[in-house]
């Protein structure tokens, strides 16, 4: 096996877009739970970019929402070591699902998170291409299997507090290559926040060492609040890392490292739209000529 296929088999490209992240291109859908005009929110006034107005960022779910987003997540992945040169890539196209079972009296929010459809087209080096719909193939193609026992059963139950903080996580389908602590939810400011403002979310990944061993790495989401228009947030959100790492510990977390925005609907409390990407080289992660 030579470095690119090490490369891409790490990328695990036929299982990774299935978890249970929103971290591509997301539009969301309205919510199957008609609104009730006698609680709705007010509409949030657009403020000019030097105002010293503070928005309350909070998210405002009830009992029995469902929130539908279509995800289009895509990939393109070059290998190189000393002889060989390799590329492989990916598209899927999925339906990503919130079921809100409860609302906390202290107002944190539990909801159930599952794919409700799917379609995926994989290009692995020297093979033809693969392609699964969940909506079409009743049984998956060879290499699809754990993505189609992963679409429409119940993902995880999860519970959070209306800033986005994850109080617990129960997993309900254990999936090959995915990525169980990943991100689920868009963490929100503690406090009202002016345009300008920027606030953090950190946590620690656990990556692999030589010999079996292992080590976790400080990273965070950095936010900051870029604007809001027609009572629309957009947020700015950059992925960093606070450990020192090397390239082979970066190749594990390459696929965490992504910039973006996230555009959030302040009156109703609910992410709107999200687009994230990386462009990303890492040298030298199998022997000094892999790229």
């Known amino acids: 096996m ?15 877009a299935l978890g249970i992240t929103l971290l591509f291109t997301a539009s969301a859908a309205a919510a199957t739970k008609k609104p ?8 949030v006034p657009d403020v000019p970019p030097t105002s010293e107005a503070t928005f309350d960022l909070r998210y405002k779910l009830s009992r029995g929402d469902v929130l539908r987003y279509n995800v289009t997540d895509k990939r393109s992945i070059i290998g190189t070591d000393e002889h060989t040169t390799q590329s492989a890539q990916s598209k899927t196209e999925s339906v990503k699902v919130w079921k809100v079972t409860d609302v906390l009296p202290e107002g944190e929010i539990e909801f159930i998170n599952l794919v409700e459809r799917v379609h995926m087209v994989n290009q692995l080096p020297d093979e033809k291409s693969a392609e699964y719909d969940s909506d079409r193939d009743k049984t998956p193609p060879p290499g699809f299997e754990d993505a189609a026992q992963r679409v429409g059963v119940p993902l995880s139950l999860i519970r959070i507090t209306a800033g986005g903080k994850v109080v617990s996580r129960q997993p309900k389908v254990r999936g090959k290559g995915a990525d169980e602590d990943a991100p689920i939810v868009l963490r929100l400011p503690d406090k009202p926040v002016a345009i300008g403002d920027t606030w953090d979310e950190p946590f620690d990944v656990k990556v692999d060492l030589q010999q079996g061993a292992s080590k976790m790495v400080q990273t965070r989401w950095h936010h900051k609040l870029l604007d809001v228009k027609d009572g629309i947030a957009t947020i700015e959100v950059t992925y960093q890392i606070l450990t020192p790492i090397d390239a082979s510990v970066e190749l594990q977390v390459v696929q965490r490292m992504m910039n973006g925005k ?24 199998a022997g000094p000529t892999s790229s």
């Open 36 to 43: 009730d005009p006698d609680n709705a929110s007010p509409p």
């Open 262 to 285: 996230v555009q959030f609907d302040i009156a109703k409390g609910r992410i709107v739209a999200r687009q994230m990407g990386v462009d990303k080289r890492i040298l030298g992660f």
């Open 2 to 16: 030579n470095v690119s296929r090490r490369f891409f088999s790490c990328a695990a490209l036929s299982t990774i």
